[in-house]
């Protein structure tokens, strides 16, 4: 399926106006259906749907096992928009299902399909480390170990930035990169939406029997109350973003034990959340 397309367009500059034929990220409609019911509706960038279907159902404790699941196409549309039904065994659903979405989830906003604000709530044991970092650092130099914490955070975000091509080639996707804790890329994924990029991410890890392996979580984008949520549940415990964070996100990092790290260039960051999983 195609990630992109080419449409006619004009370019504007002081006194001049040129044609040209520009690139542009697809966004398009994925139907879910659970058991044959329609679940949710997500605007995404075709391709890598499994592991977007897997991550998400992950991602909000609807099945959280590992073992493969059956899903079967259904309908594929010449606008790019595809219903895929995913067979859950009843005994196997969790409560993430009866929190049932509404049918639209848009590529902005991973939980725009919510119904209430129950729905939002996270439970679970925070992931905070008791042998914590940060007392290791008191016997090293502290500018020395600042320095080595943020030299090795932007090597990986240099392998994510180089493996961007959605990017490279429209300007418009948001990017995931997930790494183990020598540092080591385990996969990367781009989407439109930066939720349905994280999404693939864990989908991929639970296929390849990897989840268990990430420590660091790395998105191209701001970071919200979502990516936490998802972050917790596959119980990833440093987020490191280029953009933004909420006040919402940050609160949640805090209770739940998530470091999380904003405004990631130009050789700065800022630590919201738990700074004793890193070296600082």
């Known amino acids: 399926m195609k990630k992109s397309n080419v449409y006619e367009s004009i370019k504007l500059s002081k006194n001049n106006a040129l044609k040209v034929a520009d690139t542009i990220l697809v966004e398009a409609a994925l139907q879910i259906n659970i058991n044959n019911e329609s679940y949710t ?42 219903i895929l039904n995913v067979t ?14 509404t049918l639209l989830s848009v590529s902005s906003c991973g939980i725009c399909g919510k119904t209430a604000l129950k729905d939002l709530k996270i439970t679970g044991e925070s992931l905070s480390s008791k042998n914590t970092a940060i007392n290791k650092v008191a016997k090293e130099d502290h500018k020395s170990a600042v320095n080595k914490a943020i030299n090795s955070i ?27 804790n020598k540092k080591e890329l385990l996969t990367i994924k781009e989407d439109i939406g930066r939720h349905n990029a994280v999404d693939k991410c864990i989908g991929d890890l639970i296929e390849k029997q990897q989840l268990k392996q990430v420590s660091y979580m790395l998105v191209s984008g701001r970071v919200s109350y979502e990516i936490v949520s998802k972050a917790f549940f596959a119980k990833i415990r440093i987020i490191i973003a280029v953009s933004a964070c909420s006040s919402l996100a ?5 209770e739940f034990g998530i470091c999380l790290i904003g405004f990631s260039r130009n050789d700065k960051m800022t630590v919201y959340a738990n700074p004793q999983h890193i070296n600082l």
């Open 41 to 82: 509706v997500v605007m995404r960038t075709p391709g890598d749907d499994n592991q977007l279907i897997r991550g998400l159902l992950y991602a909000e404790d609807i099945y959280k096992s590992e073992e493969a699941l059956s899903i079967n196409t259904i309908e594929v549309n010449t606008d790019e928009s595809t």
């Open 154 to 180: 932007f090597d990986m975000f240099i392998k994510m930035t180089d493996l961007q091509f959605l990017f490279k080639e429209t300007g418009g996707s948001h990017a995931c990169a997930l790494f183990n």
């Open 88 to 101: 859950i065994p009843k005994d196997k659903l969790r409560k993430g299902y009866l929190n049932k979405r």
């Open 250 to 254: 940050v609160d949640f990092a805090k």
